[in-house]
Nanobody, 125 residues
Framework: VQLQASGGGLVQAGGSLGLSCAVSGRTFSILVMGWFRQAPGKEREFVAAINWSGMRTNYGDSVKGRFTIARDNAKNTVYLQTNNLKPEDTAVYYC???????????????????WGQGTQVTVSS
């Protein structure tokens, strides 16, 4: 499985960015897709997750109400719409894929089997 994240950039506080993650390879083995982020000097943090049917989503507390995760099966793509961005949202954003069902490890880095290369999001104040 290969993941290719895109859509990052520089935006002013209050602005929006749409991130995409294209999935290729053995996509039938993927049950959950997630987004994580890592700021300089900090640990990688859970942002959002969605199961392969799209019927279940979860968000990290710091992004609830501002970010939305979605997926398009026909395009094998997962999206993260980020709205009302804040300077503290500045980080490298990673998409990840999990070949096991939704469980407690959905919120943990260690629960994911495949990772994309990351895309930088910078929010200026």
């Amino acid at each position: 499985v290969q993941l290719q994240a895109s859509g990052g950039g520089l935006v002013q506080a209050g602005g929006s960015l749409g991130l995409s993650c294209a999935v290729s390879g053995r996509t039938f083995s993927i049950l959950v897709m997630g987004w994580f982020r890592q700021a300089p000097g900090k640990e990688r943090e859970f942002v959002a997750a969605i199961n392969w049917s799209g019927m279940r989503t979860n968000y990290g507390d710091s992004v609830k109400g501002r970010f939305t995760i979605a997926r398009d099966n026909a395009k094998n793509t997962v999206y993260l719409q980020t709205n009302n961005l804040k300077p503290e949202d500045t980080a490298v954003y990673y998409c990840a894929a999990k070949s096991s069902p939704y469980d407690i490890n959905t919120y943990n880095v260690a629960g994911y089997d495949y990772w994309g290369q990351g895309t930088q999001v910078t929010v200026s104040s």
